[in-house]
């Protein structure tokens, strides 16, 4: 046999992630033959005509899942050696063919591997760190992150990508219960190591099987009952668990590392259900191929939810979405801010479903969610940190809102250059801020509707609470006043909790608070000696109630 090259060598380190013993095919499971797992495919090595003595064929296979249109996730060990890069006579695919993921018809290219950082030097070269063949880490370590992604020559549109779980979803007892289903494309029993299968060892199809959740060991690790029997190509497996309690019922929840050589002995995952996980996720999605799911996804359907990174902090952030069936280059951009619970942000579209036909909109409702953006974080912008210390302008949200507009706009071809945007509650203090310091946010209306505190228009009162000692000058404050700001209260909103010392300072109620920003904003306008254009506007007989209130914020834009 001809000596092997450098390239080869490289070429070899690919092979042995996915060749190993046993690296985890779904042992008497079934075929997926109603297409129910569309989001899984393979990622297939294949060795073209070559001098390096590589024999031609498959060298390796993996299962994994859409995640982006062009994102694939999967274990890390599977394309470690990889990474540094693929020698010119070496494709490396994926398939998300149902029944024969070797039909080259299907495949879609892969252009770059990426690996978590966790991950040692080893798992770069051969023999690689497949926990089931090699002793680099154990299966469970909660140092390691047995997780990659690869990015895809083009865009997979066909396929809806896979949604994540929410952060900690393994550790909530009550999704820990429910159902599980791990999809994958491995082999149906242990397959030797040496030397490399032929594609006949496969048939190339994707199976499913129910399995039990165990526990969480960590961070990163999780256990699965047996017989969930994963074996070897099932590597990078999803596990999605069934929770009807959300919108989208199938999350992604981990992917299969280890099963062990005899495919019986183990069933270690590595979670993908963590903050820090699904950060690390959504960043390198955005460097290397832009905006999470993008927004094409509302292209093809008239209403759900795709990712966005805020630029500002990289922190993903759900965009619920819903539109006109009918959209041309004058459909006008609506947000909806959510509440200070980020979960509502959902809602959004039944809210304003008589809204959207009629006006021929788009309405998007970002969803920060407390991981990300704890505590006061998201009603005050993101301007303050916990200890309430400014924080430097481009970590500020407002940002994430100009990005937004930018991306569904150019999605669209729109040929609006302003926005709208309301926002209820807590959703109210984010849009009075941004009215407030993001002087050049490109919003043609802003309604605030019931926040429960604002950030006064006065320098008798401190930031965040008033405008002393923050990021606003004298001199800003005419143009600022010159906005086109609604102020919208419910006259019966006159019940509250007990809050701070500064928000009561402003006024024992929502109502009353809400009267004192306005009263703040005329006192200073005259103390300038310019006009003031914000606008008060009452909605008799209504309480603090999200669906009314909203509606009327969108009718205010109208207006």
Request: proline share 8%; charged share 20%.
């Amino acid at each position: 046999m001809p000596r092997r090259s450098g390239l080869a060598a490289v070429l070899v380190a690919v092979l042995v992630i996915c060749s190993a013993p046993v690296p985890v095919a779904l042992v008497a499971s079934a075929k997926d033959t109603s297409h129910r797992f569309p989001e899984t495919g393979a990622i297939i090595i294949w060795a073209g005509p070559n001098a390096a003595g590589i024999p031609e064929g498959l060298r390796a296979i993996c299962s994994g899942a859409l995640i982006h249109e062009r994102a694939f996730l999967t274990s890390g060990h599977c394309i470690g050696p990889g990474v540094r890069g693929i020698p010119p006579f070496i494709q490396v695919a994926v398939s998300f063919d149902p029944a024969n993921a070797f039909d080259r018809a299907s495949w879609v290219p892969v252009t770059r591997l990426v690996i978590h950082p966790s991950l040692p030097e080893a798992c770069l070269s051969a023999p690689g760190c497949n926990p089931t063949s090699t002793s680099v880490f154990p299966a469970g370590d909660p140092a390691r992150a047995d997780v990659g992604l690869a990015i895809l020559a083009r865009r997979v549109r066909h396929i809806r990508p896979a949604t994540l779980a929410r952060p900690g979803a393994l550790t909530d007892p009550r999704v820990a219960k429910l159902p599980m289903t791990v999809v994958g494309y491995g082999s149906t029993k242990p397959i030797p190591r040496d030397p490399p299968p032929a594609a006949s060892t496969w048939d190339g199809s994707r199976r499913f099987r129910t399995s039990a959740f165990e526990r969480a060991l960590n961070q990163y690790w999780g256990t699965w009952s047996l017989p969930s029997r994963v074996c070897r190509g099932d590597s990078g497996a999803p596990t999605f668990v069934d929770d009807a309690r959300e919108k989208r019922a199938r999350r992604l929840v981990a992917v299969v590392s280890d099963g062990g050589k005899d495919c019986a002995s183990t069933d270690a995952r590595v979670r993908v259900d963590t903050a820090a996980m699904q950060e690390w996720i959504a960043r390198v999605i955005h460097e290397e191929v832009g905006q999470l799911n993008s927004a094409s996804v509302a292209g093809r359907q008239a209403s759900g939810q795709f990712l966005f990174i805020d630029p500002g902090t990289s922190h993903p952030i759900s965009v619920w979405f819903c539109r006109a069936s009918a959209i041309g280059p004058e459909t006008r951009i609506v947000f909806v801010m959510h509440g200070s619970e980020s979960q509502t942000a959902r809602q959004a579209c039944d809210i304003a479903s008589p809204y959207i036909q009629a006006h021929k909109a788009i309405v998007l409702a970002p969803q920060f969610a407390e991981e990300y953006y704890p505590g006061d974080a998201y009603m005050f912008g993101n301007m303050v940190d916990s200890a309430g210390r400014l924080l430097p302008q481009s970590a500020w949200a407002f940002g994430a809102i100009e990005e937004l507009f930018d991306l569904v706009r150019a999605e669209f071809g729109l040929s609006q250059t302003r926005y709208d945007i309301v926002g209820f509650s807590g959703g109210a203090q984010f849009v009075h801020r941004l009215a407030l310091f993001a002087p050049d946010a490109r919003f043609r209306r802003a309604v605030a509707a019931s926040a429960g505190r604002y950030a006064l228009p006065s320098w008798a009162e401190r930031f965040p609470y008033g405008l002393a000692g923050g990021p606003i000058e004298r001199r800003m404050l005419p143009a600022v006043f010159s906005r086109d700001l609604v102020l919208l209260l419910g006259d019966q909103d006159v019940t509250d909790r007990e809050r701070d010392a500064a928000s009561m300072a402003q006024g024992k109620t929502r109502f009353a608070r809400g009267l004192r920003f306005f009263a703040a904003a005329i006192d200073e306008a005259a103390a300038q000696g310019v006009s003031l254009r914000w606008q008060l506007r009452l909605v008799p007989g209504v309480d603090h109630s999200a669906v009314p209130m909203v509606r009327a914020a969108l009718h205010e834009l109208d207006k």
